[in-house]
């Protein structure tokens, strides 16, 4: 995993302001002809952002089936900057610029998939996409099983969740775990770079509805990804992203960051920890988790959202059902204080699941009492 | 008192005059919005006509027998009979060509059975069964047959507009020149879902049209006291939409009107919005005696509007049909049509129990994904979705 944002970090762009300036200025880019060409590729140093704009463009190019839909993606190039300079290349049939009407136009996209194209879908930030929620698990999700097989649904919704930048209590949450719940729906969660294109990569590819949940406050995020337009990262597949042996944190999205800065943290203290980045929350590779417990005998689950009823809570229910005899100690979880995100800055961060409030889990996992008071305001 | 008249009282409605409405006739159509594109070229043979008129009773008998077997519980769930409506669906079906795409709401077998698909394999999906057209995955609500373009009933009020609007979307973004027809009910257009769907296809310009079928009540609620407009058709106007209002009782009537909208959305890429002005003679459900928010005399004077009588009469009139006879004969050969049905619902199989987790997904590599779910996981991942899925089942 490559540079982590930290707890204090606050990396994302916001709905008018333009981080993504530098990118605009790329130049020339390879038509597919020339992507095809090429048989070795290397490796870039990217944002996230653009590692997601280049899985897009390489999949319009691909397959032209494929559009995106949604709000401000076109002219405004994304509330995000996602989207930018791929309007002035495939034009307004591709890029459809959607009024403000989430549940309409995630609706669209379900009927557009079920006939024959491969929409995909910009939700602007994922507090906004409870306007599509019929739309997303009581159709989207089952289109396929309602009918027996006769029609699919290969649809992709992108969005991100994320918080840490003062958006308050409507725009600070991470509610994937909502739509891991719903059968039909497959639900991924790129924490870098490389997994941001590789995944998306494969969500477009995919025959069902896959909703790619983004890490907001990671877009500005720099790391290695590869220059294939074929490189795709498995759905379904847990990646170790530190090796090690007392105990193992496991996470996704920011946590799967949060989980590595406390791995170092410990290191100093001669604690070993293994990290694992989920990447899918459905479907879930409780394979690797319990590789890496039958080593480390301890798990905590660390979760950016709430912790209940929610990934955590599931994690911790597999883990037991997988790794009983394994666990040397009570599985530990650590998520979002149950409180709406508050606006004031203090109150924000100790609300977070920051590193401190993490690293204390962790060695309470250990059998290490810690001081709250240490760690609480984060 | 009918609602609408209790709705005035409490000056909920602007226009009373009953949910039975005087205004059902030969005066009824009234249109909106831009001008009418193409005419109605539609001119069919005596023996299409005959045909139409023989769906029509077949849905009536179909839907009659329905009843009988969901109260001998071979049927279950919610139930929706639509007597009263077969001119909507027959009519506004009619001109739908092979590539067109149908998406209804969850009161559908009448639209269903008018789309061609059989009684039989209908039938089969209320009693549950594989050979049923949604595999026993759907049930009543959720018929289905994507081989003759029909996408589905779909059950929650208005959340398939959108997708209706999404496969017009695809019409418009291919060049082809088909359309949709959307249809549901007056219920469903206080929805957020209508509205955004209306307004996409406005925008977009897409080959659609929305057919309400208005049969005065949402469940046990007037359109008097559901919508501040209770004329559905007006409501196009937010949209720049062309609509018009017709009546929903008079078979031809809907389909001129409905191939004149097909034809403008094939050609012209405009959406627009058909209002066919019904009742059902049942209640809302099979669960529901449709009484207790209707009058006696309100359902006895749409029954004296029956759509079947009065096209047989006019098919008699013109001599289409020579005498009463006939129309017996046409009653008794759909009579034995639907008794097969039952006969091959009955007989048919139920579904396998280990096609249980069949078609949550349907990506090859779907199986691979979830196989590495299963340790220690009790839910059988391994053995359900995954495997069957590979292609064993």
């Keep these: ?378 | 008192m009918t609602q609408a008249e209790q709705a005035s009282e409490d000056g909920q409605a602007r226009e009373p005059g009953g949910a039975a409405g005087g205004h059902i006739g030969p005066n009824l159509l009234e249109r909106a919005g831009s001008p009418v594109g193409p005419e109605s070229q539609i001119s069919l043979s005596a023996d299409r006509l005959r045909e139409l008129y023989e769906t029509m009773v077949l849905i009536r008998l179909f839907e009659e027998e329905t009843e009988r077997q969901y109260k001998k519980a071979q049927i279950g769930g919610y139930c929706h009979i639509s007597s009263g409506q077969e001119a909507v669906a027959v009519g506004a079906l009619e001109p739908l060509e092979h590539d067109d795409v149908l998406i209804t709401a969850y009161r559908c077998h009448h639209l269903a059975l008018a789309r061609g698909v059989s009684p039989e394999s209908v039938m089969a999906e209320l009693f549950g069964r594989a050979e049923g057209c949604a595999g026993g995955r759907g049930g009543s609500m959720h018929l289905a047959d994507p081989t003759r373009g029909y996408l589905g009933g779909w059950g929650i009020v208005a959340g398939h507009v959108p997708l209706a609007t999404g496969a017009a979307f695809t019409f418009a973004q291919t060049d082809e020149p088909h359309a949709v027809l959307c249809e549901l009910g007056e219920g469903a257009v206080n929805e957020g879902a209508w509205h955004e769907a209306l307004n996409l296809a406005g925008l977009y310009g897409l080959p659609v049209v929305y057919l309400v079928e208005n049969n005065m009540y949402g469940m046990g609620t007037s359109v008097h006291m559901a919508s501040a407009e209770p004329e559905v058709w007006k409501r196009a106007a937010g949209f720049d939409m062309h609509a018009e209002r017709v009546d929903g009782q008079d078979v031809e009537e809907v389909m001129e009107a409905s191939d004149r909208l097909l034809r403008r959305a094939r050609e012209e890429r405009r959406p627009a919005l058909l209002e066919c002005v019904t009742y059902r003679f049942r209640g809302h459900s099979v669960a529901d005696a449709g009484t207790s928010y209707r009058t006696e005399e309100e359902i006895e004077e749409w029954k004296g509007k029956d759509p079947i009588p009065r096209f047989g009469q006019t098919l008699l009139d013109r001599g289409i049909f020579e005498s009463d006879e006939e129309l017996d004969e046409v009653r008794e050969r759909m009579d034995a049509r639907v008794q097969e049905a039952v006969e091959f619902a009955e007989n048919a199989d139920l579904p396998e129990l280990d096609s249980l987790a069949r078609h949550v997904y349907g990506d090859e590599h779907a199986a691979e994904q979830f196989t590495r779910m299963a340790p220690g996981s009790p839910f059988g991942e391994r053995e359900l979705v995954l495997e069957k899925e590979l292609g064993n089942g």
């Excluded at chain 1, 009407?101 to 491969?118: I, K, P, V």
């Excluded at chain 1, 924490?191 to 890490?215: S, Y």
């Excluded at chain 1, 394979?287 to 039958?294: F, I, K, M």
């Design chain 1, 1 to 378: 995993m490559d540079e982590a944002a930290t707890d204090t970090e606050t990396t994302s762009g916001g709905e008018d302001q333009t981080h993504a300036v530098d990118e605009l200025e790329r130049g020339e880019e390879p038509g597919r002809e020339e992507l095809d060409e090429q048989h070795e590729y290397e490796t870039e140093e990217i944002t996230y952002r653009e590692a997601l704009r280049r899985a897009l463009r390489e999949e319009l190019l691909r397959d032209e089936r494929v559009f995106l839909i949604g709000e401000e993606i076109g002219i405004f190039e994304g509330s995000y900057k996602v989207t930018a300079g791929l309007l002035d290349e495939f034009g307004t049939k591709r890029i459809r610029e959607a009024p403000i009407s989430e549940e309409g136009f995630t609706g669209l996209a379900n009927g557009a998939a079920m006939t024959g194209l491969r929409p995909i879908v910009e939700i602007m930030t994922i507090n906004f996409i409870l306007m599509a929620m019929d739309q997303v698990v009581n159709h989207t999700a089952k289109v396929r099983y309602m009918f027996s097989g006769q029609v699919g649904c290969p649809m992709v919704i992108r969005t991100p969740n994320g918080a840490g930048n003062q958006l308050t209590a409507q725009h600070s949450q991470n509610l994937e775990g909502w739509f891991a719940h719903v059968p039909g729906l497959k639900v991924v969660t790129p924490a870098t770079p490389a997994d941001a294109k590789g995944l998306l990569k494969a969500a477009i590819r995919d025959e069902d509805p896959v909703l790619v949940v983004e890490n907001l406050p990671s877009y500005n995020l720099k790391g290695e990804v590869s220059q294939d337009p074929d490189y795709v990262t498995p759905i379904g597949e847990a990646k170790v992203t530190r090796e090690g042996d007392d105990i193992t944190l496991i996470g996704h999205s920011m946590a799967a960051h949060r989980s590595l800065q406390v791995a170092e943290q410990l290191e100093e203290e001669e604690i070993s920890v293994e990290v694992i980045d989920l990447r899918s929350l459905r479907p879930l590779d409780m394979e690797t988790v319990a590789r890496s417990l039958a080593k480390t005998n301890r798990a905590l689950c660390v979760d950016e959202g709430w912790a209940t009823y929610g990934v955590s809570a599931e994690l911790c229910a597999r883990i037991q059902d997988a790794c009983f005899d394994d666990l040397d100690a009570p599985i530990g979880r650590v998520g979002m204080a149950e409180v709406p995100m508050a606006y004031a800055k203090n109150l924000e961060n100790a609300t977070l699941p920051h590193v401190k409030k993490v690293r204390a889990a962790a060695l309470a996992v250990l059998g290490e009492e810690t001081d709250p008071e240490e760690w609480r305001a984060g």
